[in-house]
Antibody, heavy 118, light 110 residues
């Protein structure tokens, strides 16, 4: 069974950084990209970018190019998303999702709630 | 990249059919046959319903179907059931290995 297990909820102050992890299991880590998607409270889904688990190459949505870093640790089949210079607008549920080439986002992690508040 | 445009809400009675539109541009929906649809129940992660415009992953009921015409993709739910009450999102490839989601549609079963 393919599973993506994300780290827990975080509360951060404006200007701080947050790093969310996504532990994968049940499949070969190298055969799928990991994508990150966020959802602000009561709002829609927003694609953030992906990481290639083999090379570590990333591709970010323009909105996040200067504030997001995506990394991975192949030894523990875990992907990470770090968001810097947090503002209240970054309060959201952050999801990781597996995507095989030419396929779809599946499965998704359970989400990690990040709250930015002074 | 702006979100794809979906109606804010649609509704139907049990057994009826509803269709959700997803309008983009030639840079995304109209330019590629890589549109997928996701269902999200409150407090849950999204689940895929349709990929590559018309394909259903195994396990997804054939009550869900997808299509595309020009810059607009559509998801049709036939034989509406109570559990279909959820939010639905389209997603399209947008070139340069990037993706864009729709604004989301809330489906209400009357």
């Amino acid at each position: 069974q393919v599973l993506l297990l994300q780290s827990g909820a975080e509360v951060k102050k404006p200007g701080a950084s947050v790093k969310v992890s996504c532990k994968t299991s049940g499949y070969t880590f190298s055969d799928s990209y990991i994508h990150w998607v966020r959802q602000a409270p009561g709002q829609g889904l927003e694609w953030m970018g992906w990481i290639n688990p083999i090379t570590g190459d990333t591709n970010l949505a323009q909105t996040f190019e200067d504030r997001v870093t995506m990394t991975r640790d192949t030894s523990i089949t875990t992907a990470y998303m770090e968001l810097n210079r947090l503002t209240s607008d970054d309060t959201a549920m952050y999801y990781c999702a597996r995507k095989k080439f030419l396929e779809y986002f599946d499965p998704w992690g359970q989400g990690a709630l990040v709250t930015v508040s002074s | 990249q702006s979100a794809l445009t979906q109606p804010r809400s649609v509704s139907g009675s049990p057994g009826q059919s509803v269709t959700i539109s997803c309008t983009g541009s030639r840079s995304d929906v109209g330019g590629y046959n890589y549109v997928s649809w996701y269902q999200q129940h409150p407090g849950k992660a999204p689940k895929v319903l349709i990929y590559d415009v018309t394909n259903r992953p195994s396990g997804v009921p054939d009550r869900f179907s997808g299509s595309k015409s020009g810059n607009t993709a559509s998801l049709t739910i036939s034989g509406l059931q109570g559990d279909d009450e959820a939010d639905y999102y389209c997603c399209s490839y947008a070139g340069s290995y990037k993706f864009v989601f729709g604004s989301g549609t809330k489906v209400t079963v009357l």
